[in-house]
Every structure is written in C-alpha cells, then in structure tokens.
C-alpha cells in the first residue's frame, strides 16, 4: 500500500541481510488487511517477490475501525497468521 515507504521486496532483502527467515507483515497497509482476497494478495505477492517467508496478520475489525468485526474464520483460511488492529 504505501510502496514509496516499503514493498515486501524491500523489507524481505532487509531481514534477510539481518538473518531472519520469517517476517509477519501488519494489516495497516493501503487497503488494509481485512478481507480473504487482500490476505492471498498479500501471499500471492510475496510469493512472487520476497526472499524470505512473509505471512499476513489480517485486522480484527474493518478498516481498522474498531467498530465491526472481521471475517475472522475466513480471514484464517485464506493464510492470515494473526489479528491485530495495530497501534489502534
């Protein structure tokens, strides 16, 4: 979402350069990660991508609202590993 800051090139070749194998990306992205079609775009993306392993955390309310709750069953089975809203 906010590609002039970070893809998941770039933070992948960086935890790479720093050992890590594995990175959890946060759902406060552009859209935010909080609907099953942006999780496999997110997996589909760092498939193609990334050098290391990246998995998405989904938000646990839309949008990052705090007001309705997300689809957490169907957020889990498109491949999200965790549900956070963040720093909100």
């Not at 990175?23 to 050098?51: E, G, K, N, Q, Y």
Request: aromatic letters at 2%; hydrophobic letters at 45%; proline letters at 5%.
């Amino acid at each position: 979402g906010a590609e002039h800051r970070e893809t998941l090139r770039t933070a992948s070749a960086a935890a790479a350069a720093g050992g890590v194998t594995t990175i959890v990306c946060m759902p406060d992205t552009d859209p935010v990660i909080d609907d099953p079609a942006i999780v496999d775009f997110v997996l589909r993306r760092a498939r193609d991508t990334a050098v290391v392993n990246i998995h998405p955390a989904a938000a646990i309310t839309k949008g990052l609202a705090g007001r309705e709750m997300t689809e957490i069953g169907l957020l889990r089975e498109a491949g999200a590993v965790a549900f956070t809203d963040g720093a909100r």
